[in-house]
């Protein structure tokens, strides 16, 4: 059986940074699973179809070709072919992301492709239902969370390094709203596993918490 490590957790908590580190020092590959749902909300704005009628959704969902592959260890999302990694992370994508991974075929379709992946391989998946529905059987699960208010700092913090604009307040109130829909909806909703180990991000450094989860997966 594959060695997989199943992170989930909230928008900010840091698990992609995590994640990657811990898939390097463990020779694993890296899944960010959040970046298929990117892609499909990216396809569903270039399309201009709307996220709330939900059949359009699941058709479009059903035709759209979004899939993983992986250049110098490196993952790159594909949409129809096209590497759409640069084009994923913005505000807009993130919402649309939201919104259309709330409906259970969307989802359906994705975890079927994110399990096929994990056959193929040892890796470090990343999302919000890996631990409870995607790699249920996965050696490793951790929750990593943080506080709403170290999350949005952390945002603000990146983008101001980035050169834009941004207000924390309104940053706040926006994971507010993510985490909301992302733990209320209907569908997979983003909840700790039973056997997920919860790991507080808000005091500790990056290199505490891939530490912290070492100690974890080894024990
Ligand atoms: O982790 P992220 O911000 O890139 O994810 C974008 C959205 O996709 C997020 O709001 C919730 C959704 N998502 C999900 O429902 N299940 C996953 N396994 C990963 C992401």
């Known amino acids: 059986m594959n060695r997989h490590i199943a992170i989930d957790g909230p928008a900010g908590a840091g698990k992609s940074t995590i994640a990657k580190a811990l898939a390097k020092r463990k020779g694993l590959i890296y899944v960010d699973t959040g970046a ?3 892609a499909f909300g990216l396809f569903l704005l270039r399309n201009e179809i709307d996220v709330n009628d939900e059949d ?3 058709k479009a969902c059903e035709s759209a070709d979004v899939s993983i592959a992986f250049e110098n260890g ?3 999302v594909l949409l129809d072919g096209e590497n759409v990694n640069g084009l994923i992370r913005t505000e807009a994508v993130g919402n649309m992301a939201s919104a259309c991974s709330a409906i259970a075929r969307v989802r359906e379709i994705m975890v079927a492709r994110q399990q096929q992946l994990a056959k193929e391989k040892d890796v470090v998946m990343d999302g919000r239902d890996i631990g409870t529905v995607v790699l249920p059987d996965a050696h490793t699960k951790i929750y990593l969370t943080a506080s709403t208010k170290v ?3 952390r945002r603000f913090d990146e983008l101001t390094e980035k050169g834009v604009a941004c207000d924390l307040a309104k940053i706040e109130e926006d994971i507010k709203e993510r985490d909301h829909r992302d733990m209320n909806r209907a569908a997979s909703p983003l909840r700790q596993a039973e ?3 919860l790991v507080d991000t808000s005091d500790l450094t990056i290199e505490e918490v891939i ?3 070492l100690e974890i997966s080894n024990g």
Do not use: T
Request: avoid cysteine; hydrophobic fraction near 50%.
């Open 36 to 38: 298929m749902y990117r």
């Open 56 to 58: 359009a959704v699941i």
């Open 74 to 76: 490196e993952q790159v």
């Open 151 to 153: 999350r949005a700092k």
């Open 195 to 197: 056997d997920a180990v």
């Open 211 to 213: 530490e912290k989860i």
